[in-house]
């Protein structure tokens, strides 16, 4: 269970930090209903490919990708990977998809549209499960570089 896979990254991490399990928080509006919190707040993975690996950007759920400034980060366009792909290379199924307790190594990038916000809710491995993070913590457990890709 991808879940099963975060609890253990965090508890590597030596994070005491609770999984909150709801009905459904696979889209930005169901998880932003479900916490009660702005659509910004929570934090959406997003998992490219490019010419040479797959990468993963967080970025505030109100803001959408620039393909422009994708481009100008990473020399291609932004092409997402097909469902399958996504749980052989995170572990993690679509609505679930997260930073943490990756299946494989990839590189994770944070858009400065994070920064509006003192906490932000990434999901946790599962379309119905989030954690509340500070940005400073996420951008720590997750080793991420800042780069401006959001519209």
Known sequence: MSVELVKEFLKENKQDIEILTFEDTST???AAESLKVTPGEIAKSLLFKTKEQFVMILMA???RLDNRKFKGVFATKAKMPEAEEVISVTGHPVGGVCPFGLKKPIPVYLDYSLQAYTHVFPAA???NT???LTVDAL???TCGQWIDVAQ
Do not use: M, Y
């Open 28 to 30: 930005v509006a169901k």
């Open 61 to 63: 759920g109100d803001k």
């Open 125 to 127: 491995g599962e379309p």
């Open 130 to 132: 989030a954690i509340k």
């Open 139 to 141: 951008q720590e457990l």
